[in-house]
């Protein structure tokens, strides 16, 4: 079977459109119904994902993963009819009811999905080999840019780890004030040399292309340029937008089901390197991501 074509990339910009926010999207041919889309963050997860659904009638759809166009039912429904992302945003968009409503509780709305683990990772050929998050931030021992994940998730452990906080401390150090100034110092250490990316597929591309010599990247992207250094795990969830007619809703939620036993062998087989703790990791952000985020996103205008 031929593997699924990938829609073209949704700037966030259009986000708001794309989940139901915006105009009605182009309609499709009378009598004809449309594929339902999957909307990931490009990369080897979703190619991955992809080749798992072939053959099932859905289409991918690559976007940035940003809830905050996620419309709430009302105006023009959703062309995404499942999205993956990240706990902590899935989270927050089902207790202010973005999301379809799966089952009761506080996460009724996610299903977990594959997730990913965050490494230090460069060209596999570079002399002096880097060693790890250390070496991501010695700008003077290794010149150029560096690739980080536009996101305070990851990116403040990447911080810590860099500074030589163990593993097992990096998420108690976050809890305090002191702990969060010392990751941000680190990042203010690293400002004039940071090269942003929104999903997998851009941070293999800049190290790719040689805008970057070391990128923090999902270990599955990764993959043969990896250095040593503890993975930052990264949990995310499968859910279906509030802004669906009945009709795709019941599509969606046929298409959930059959994620949950096509991509099953991807959970299991997850990259599981030597790194944080996977359940704190996921404790501590749907926690504090919002307050997190804020300070991130002003910490990002202040540069």
Known sequence: MSPIRFAPVWPAALLATALGCGAHPAPARAGRVPAPRIGMPAGQLSRLVGQAMSGGGARMASWEGDPSGIGSGAGAPSPFAVVYLADSSATLACRNRLLLALHPGEDGCLRAAPGQSLVPAAH???????????????????????????????TLEVALLADGVPPSDIYRQLETPAGLDRAFRRLDQLRPYIAWWSSPAQAMELLRRGDVVMVAAPARDAEGRVMAGPAVPLAADWAIPAAQTPALRRQALALLDRLDGATKALSDSAPTSRGLDAKVSTAFWRARYTVLRQRFDAWLAAG
């Open 124 to 154: 596999p050929r570079r002399s002096p080999a880097p060693q790890g998050w250390s070496s991501l931030w010695d700008p003077v021992r290794f010149p150029g840019r560096r690739g980080l994940p536009r996101d305070p998730r990851g």
